[in-house]
C-alpha cells in the first residue's frame, strides 16, 4: 500500500479511529497525488476516493495498483452506498480546521455516522516531516529562487516600478515552474517599513532600500525567500539595522536543529532586538511545504520541538514605519546536528 496512506492508517487505529474522511485538497494530494476535485474516505477495508465523472480518467492515471484506492463516479454512488461505506464503524474522524458546519451536517446526514470525530490535525503533522522526494522539490524551488534574485540584481534599474519588478518575478516563475508559491512582495524606499507590503506604481530611485518577498511552487512545493538590498550605496542610518538583522539571521541559522524549541529561538531574536531599542513584530519563521505557510510556526506563541527534515524559514525583521524596513529570509531544512540553508543567495550589505 501506498506508505502515506498506511501510516495514516496505522495512525487511525491508535487513535481509536474506524473511519477517516478526508476533503482538504491538499491533504488529499500529499496522500495520493491526486489533484482534482473529490473526497478521499478510509473506511475499514478500503480507500475509496469520489469524485466527478469529468475526472475520473485523470485519476486513474495518476493512480496505480500500489495506491489500493477505489475511484467512484459520484454520479454512480448510491444512498445506500454512501450510508454503507462506514457501517460498524463507531468512530469517524473528518478534518475539523478545514470543514464547515454545514459540511459537517452533511457528513453526518449523508454517511449516518455515529461519532464524527476531530483529528487534531493528524495529517498536518505527518506534513511537517519531509520524505526525500519532498525535499528534493522544495530544494529544486529554493534553487529557482536564488536564480531568480541573481537575475534581478541585473534587472533592477532606477525609474522601474515596484510593479514591473513584481510581474518580471511572475514571468520568470511562469517559464520555470509551477508559477507562484505566494504573491511578490516589492517594496522600496519607506514602503519597506511595510511587512505585507503591495507592490506599487513607486519608482526606483538612487540610494533607495528595497525588499523583496518571493517564492515559486515545483511539484506543488514552496519556495521562500526575502533579501533586502539597496540602490547605488548605502545610508549610514541603516546599516546598524541591517546588521542586527542579519546577525539575528545567521545565529538562528547556526542554532536551529533538532530537537530545539521554536519559542526559544524566538526568545534569543525578541531579546537582542529588545536590547537594541527594536520589537519582532511577526513571526520569526513557519513551515513551508505543499503550503507556504504551514506548521510548524517559530513565534513565542509556539513551543514546538524541531524535527529532522522538517523545513521552515528563518525570517527576522525590523520595521521603522514611515521610514523602511529590513527583512532578511531563508528557507531551511532542519537536521540532526543543524540545519541546511535551501536558499543560498548573499545576505551581506547586497548593493546594485
Known amino acids: 500500500m501506498n506508505p502515506k496512506l498506511q501510516w495514516l492508517r496505522n495512525t487511525m487505529s491508535s487513535s481509536n479511529l474506524q473511519g477517516l474522511i478526508i476533503s482538504n485538497p491538499i491533504n488529499i494530494k500529499y496522500l495520493t497525488n491526486i489533484e482534482a476535485e473529490g473526497v478521499l474516505l478510509l473506511t475499514r477495508k478500503e ?38 461505506f462506514f457501517m ?22 449523508t454517511y449516518k455516522i455515529n461519532h464524527l470525530v476531530e483529528t487534531e490535525y493528524m495529517i498536518e503533522k505527518q506534513r511537517m516531516i519531509k520524505d526525500k522526494e519532498e525535499i528534493s522539490h522544495l530544494q529544486k524551488a529554493c534553487e529557482i529562487t536564488d536564480n531568480c534574485f541573481n537575475y534581478l540584481l541585473t534587472f533592477i534599474q532606477p525609474g522601474m516600478t515596484e510593479k514591473q519588478i513584481a510581474d518580471e518575478i511572475e514571468e520568470y516563475y511562469k517559464k520555470r515552474t509551477d508559477g507562484l ?47 533586502t538590498f539597496f540602490v547605488g ?49 511577526h513571526s520569526l519563521g513557519h513551515g513551508v511545504g505543499m503550503e507556504i505557510h504551514e ?45 541546511i540553508s535551501l536558499t543560498k543567495s548573499e545576505k551581506n550589505y547586497i548593493i546594485i
Open 47 to 84: 480507500n475509496i476516493y469520489i469524485t466527478d465523472g469529468r475526472y475520473i480518467e485523470h485519476v486513474h492515471s495518476i493512480l496505480t495498483l500500489y495506491d489500493e484506492i477505489i475511484v467512484y463516479d459520484r454520479n454512480d454512488v448510491s444512498k445506500d452506498d454512501y450510508e454503507n
Open 88 to 109: 460498524f464503524c463507531e468512530n469517524v474522524g473528518f478534518e475539523e480546521n478545514y470543514v464547515t458546519y454545514a459540511q459537517y451536517k452533511e457528513f453526518m446526514r
Open 181 to 227: 508559491s505566494f504573491e511578490t512582495i516589492v517594496a522600496s524606499g519607506e514602503n519597506t517599513s511595510k511587512p505585507h507590503a503591495v507592490p506599487t506604481e513607486r519608482k526606483i530611485k538612487e540610494q533607495d532600500i528595497i525588499t523583496i518577498d518571493m517564492g515559486c511552487k515545483v511539484n506543488g512545493y514552496c519556495s521562500d525567500m526575502t533579501r
Open 233 to 281: 550605496s548605502i545610508p549610514e542610518a541603516i546599516k546598524p539595522v541591517y546588521d542586527l538583522v542579519l546577525k539575528n539571521q545567521i545565529q538562528t541559522l547556526e542554532t536551529i536543529k533538532d530537537g530545539v524549541s521554536t519559542r526559544l529561538l524566538t526568545k534569543m531574536v525578541e531579546n537582542d532586538f529588545k536590547l537594541n531599542g527594536y520589537d519582532l513584530l
Open 295 to 339: 506548521a510548524p510556526y517559530i513565534s513565542y506563541r509556539s513551543d514546538t520541538q524541531l524535527k529532522e527534515n522538517m523545513v521552515v524559514t528563518n525570517e527576522p525583521g525590523i520595521y521603522l514605519p514611515g521610514k523602511f524596513g529590513i527583512r532578511i529570509e531563508d528557507t531551511v531544512q532542519v537536521t540532526k546536528f543543524g540545519c
